[in-house]
């Protein structure tokens, strides 16, 4: 098992800046691949960004330029720096786990955190 918790969220003003953490504990080794989705009410849950345990990153066309997604493997945490945040942004944000089967984009399964809240105020 492998145990997700985030962390950062917050309220923010448009244009603004976040950070997100995510932190995983337990069988680690068992995936190699994090990401950060996204819910805003009354939608389905999406792609924000995802990390590989090579480094490769992919995103989102629409947070493309202001989001930047990391990893310090040394402290089992994925981060995800938003920058010019917009209030199409508000939703829950959730960590992602995946084990992808090696050498391929294929996932075998999943882990996910709680959530954690962003919203955009004026």
């Known amino acids: 098992q492998v145990q997700l918790v985030e962390s950062g969220g917050g309220l923010v003003q448009p244009g603004g800046s976040l950070r997100l953490s995510c932190a995983a504990s337990?069988?680690?080794?068992?995936?190699?691949?994090m990401g950060w989705y996204r819910q805003a009410p009354g939608k389905q849950r999406e792609l924000v960004a995802a990390?590989?345990?090579?480094?490769?990153?992919n995103y989102a066309d629409s947070v493309k330029g202001r989001f930047t997604i990391s990893r310090d493997n040394a402290k089992n945490t994925v981060y995800l720096q938003m920058n010019s945040l917009k209030p199409e942004g508000t939703a829950v944000y959730y960590c992602?786990?995946?084990?992808?089967?090696?050498?391929?984009?294929?996932?075998?399964?999943?882990?996910w955190g709680q959530g954690t809240q962003v919203t955009g105020s004026s």
């Open positions: 992602n786990g995946r084990r992808l089967t090696p050498g391929t984009c294929t996932a075998e399964y999943d882990y």
């Open positions: 337990g069988i680690i080794f068992s995936i190699n691949a």
């Open positions: 990390i590989t345990s090579g480094g490769s990153t």
